[in-house]
């Protein structure tokens, strides 16, 4: 497995497809994180921008490969294992990501609540900051995994249903992103810190199950 992870992962340095989604963080993070904002508002933007990319970034790695070479890949390795090794590396960069938003959130967030009274504790913003990053990006690898091949195949299916299932997984009541980000948000307004470990525990579950998915149709469709 240590291989096809070093594989999959030069697979994506070498494409240079990860420079659009790397962009979109960027760009969004020089939108919504500034100097002197509230460092918990910060903290769900930042989190909350990391869902559409880490699903960008799960298409990438697993579109990567044309087929006649994944079918060799997955013929000497294991088609599930291909996948798998291919979601996880998408995982990783996301992951990354979510470390150095959140360095970067801390680095210049005010430590108060957003009327300005209230001191926020930086360490405990920052844990809740990561923890909520690192929910969103499990979120987004259930996106793509679910969005795009082995389920959908076709690039007219696969986009536009990541796009919708992403708004969906960000804005739905019930979603644990929502539940992280809102929880920074009403954070900002109280002072009152809470590091979203349920949230992350559910996304993580749901990511299981639909990598697990795709994984299980890899298998069965190559």
Same mark, same amino acid.
């Given at each position: 497995?240590?291989a096809?992870?070093?594989?999959? *992962?030069?697979?994506?340095?070498?494409?240079?497809?990860?420079l659009?989604?790397?962009?979109?963080?960027?760009?969004?993070?020089?939108? !919504?994180?500034?100097? !002197?904002? $509230?460092?918990?508002?910060?903290? !769900?933007?930042?989190? *909350?921008?990391?869902?559409p990319?880490?699903?960008?970034?799960?298409r990438?790695?697993?579109t990567?490969?044309?087929?006649?070479a994944?079918?060799?890949?997955?013929?000497a390795?294991? $088609?599930?294992?291909? @996948?798998? *090794?291919?979601?996880?590396?998408?995982?990783?960069?996301?992951?990354?990501?979510?470390?150095?938003?959140?360095?970067?959130?801390?680095?210049?967030?005010? $430590?108060h609540?957003?009327? %300005?009274?209230?001191?926020? &504790?930086?360490?405990?913003?920052?844990?809740?900051?990561l923890?909520?990053?690192?929910?969103?990006?499990?979120l987004?690898?259930?996106?793509?995994?679910l969005?795009? %091949?082995?389920?959908l %195949?076709?690039?007219?299916?696969?986009v536009?249903?990541?796009?919708?299932?992403?708004?969906?997984?960000?804005?739905?009541?019930?979603?644990p992103?929502?539940?992280?980000?809102? !929880?920074l948000?009403?954070?900002? %307004?109280?002072?009152?810190? @809470?590091?979203?470990?349920? &949230?992350?525990?559910?996304?993580a579950?749901?990511?299981?199950g639909?990598?697990?998915?795709?994984?299980a149709?890899?298998?069965r469709?190559?």
């Open positions: 497995m240590t096809l992870l070093r594989y999959q *992962a030069a697979l994506l340095l070498r494409s240079h497809r990860w659009p989604p790397l962009l979109l963080y960027g760009g969004s993070m020089a939108v !919504g994180v500034q100097s !002197g904002q $509230p460092v918990l508002d910060c903290a !769900g933007w930042a989190a *909350a921008t990391l869902l990319v880490t699903a960008w970034l799960v990438v790695c697993v990567n490969e044309p087929s006649a994944r079918d060799c890949t997955a013929a390795a294991g $088609p599930w294992r291909v @996948h798998l *090794a291919a979601v996880a590396v998408a995982l990783g960069a996301a992951l990354l990501l979510a470390a150095a938003g959140t360095g970067i959130v801390a680095a210049v967030g005010d $430590p609540t957003a009327d %300005r009274r209230t001191v926020v &504790p930086m360490g405990s913003a920052t844990a809740a900051g923890v909520c990053a690192a929910a969103c990006a499990l987004g690898t259930a996106v793509g995994a969005c795009n %091949r082995p389920l %195949r076709s690039t007219a299916w696969a536009p249903a990541t796009l919708l299932a992403t708004v969906a997984v960000l804005f739905a009541g019930a979603s992103a929502n539940a992280a980000v809102t !929880g948000v009403t954070g900002s %307004r109280t002072g009152v810190v @809470h590091v979203p470990l349920l &949230p992350l525990a559910a996304a579950a749901l990511a299981a639909a990598v697990a998915v795709a994984c149709l890899a298998a469709r190559t």
